[in-house]
């Protein structure tokens, strides 16, 4: 699975702002797709993840400082998955990155960067103050 992520770039606080993660390849296999961000000098953090395809068709998780904020949302007929940030903040600052879980997961397990299998290169988000 190939994973191109885009629509990042420099805002203002209070903006919105929507990536998009085009996938590509095997991705029947896909059972989640996520979106982690990681900003400058810090880990990678879980964002939001929305499952892709099987029973569990509009399953939903959400880091909690993200919920109300932010929205995952997917086309499986584009093969690509949105996230839609609104009322950005200068903390919201980081690289995005979306990735792609061949398995089922969980609630808290589906946070856990480790599990996910396929990584796209990342979009720069800069929110200024």
């Known amino acids: 699975v190939q994973l191109q992520a885009s629509g990042g770039g420099l805002v203002q606080a209070g903006d919105s702002l929507t990536l998009s993660c085009a996938a590509s390849g095997r991705t029947s296999s896909t059972k989640y797709m996520g979106w982690f961000r990681q900003p400058p000098g810090k880990e990678r953090d879980f964002v939001a993840a929305?499952?892709?395809?099987?029973?569990?068709?509009?399953?939903?998780y959400y880091a909690d400082s993200m919920k109300g904020r932010f929205a995952i949302s997917k086309d499986n007929g584009k093969n690509t998955v949105y996230l839609q940030m609104n009322s950005l903040k200068p903390e919201d600052t980081a690289v995005y990155y979306c990735?792609?879980?061949?398995?089922?997961?969980?609630?808290?397990?589906?946070?856990?960067?480790?599990?996910?299998?396929?990584w796209g290169q990342g979009t720069l988000v800069t929110v200024s103050s």
């Open positions: 929305i499952a892709w395809s099987g029973a569990v068709s509009t399953g939903t």
């Open positions: 990735a792609a879980l061949q398995k089922w997961c969980l609630g808290y397990g589906c946070h856990n960067s480790a599990v996910y299998h396929y």
